[in-house]
């Protein structure tokens, strides 16, 4: 069984930052990528950056140049680091993984969610 705990959301002023943590734990055998989506109210869920095992980045438009996604493949734990953040970045942000188990070559889970507010 694995296991996404996500951390870091809350309330920032705009210009501000925020650092968003995701940690996977439970029976895995490998991680192919880690990401970060998220989804405001009346809009779709989007990504917001990924990386893959192999350190290949990938972000959205709307982020590039102020968020920063990392990982410590050691501890299996994927980074976010938002910097000027504006108030359209307001949404609930959550972790995905994509991963192989001992039984299964592809599997896909999502963390529970960390809300992320951005106002004066």
């Known amino acids: 069984q694995v296991q996404l705990v996500e951390s870091g959301g809350g309330l920032v002023q705009p210009g501000g930052s925020l650092r968003l943590s995701c940690a996977a734990s439970?029976?895995?055998?490998?991680?192919?990528?880690m990401g970060w989506y998220r989804q405001a109210p009346g809009k779709e869920r989007e990504l917001v950056a990924d990386?893959?095992?192999?350190?290949?980045?990938n972000y959205a438009d709307s982020v590039k140049g102020r968020f920063t996604i990392s990982r410590n493949n050691a501890k299996n734990t994927v980074y976010l680091q938002m910097n000027s953040l504006k108030p359209e970045d307001t949404a609930v942000y959550y972790c995905?993984?994509?991963?192989?188990?001992?039984?299964?070559?592809?599997?896909?889970?999502w963390g529970q969610g960390t809300l992320v507010t951005v106002s004066s």
């Open positions: 439970g029976s895995i055998f490998s991680i192919y990528a």
């Open positions: 995905n993984i994509r991963y192989r188990s001992d039984y299964a070559r592809y599997l896909e889970l």
């Open positions: 990386i893959t095992s192999g350190g290949n980045t």
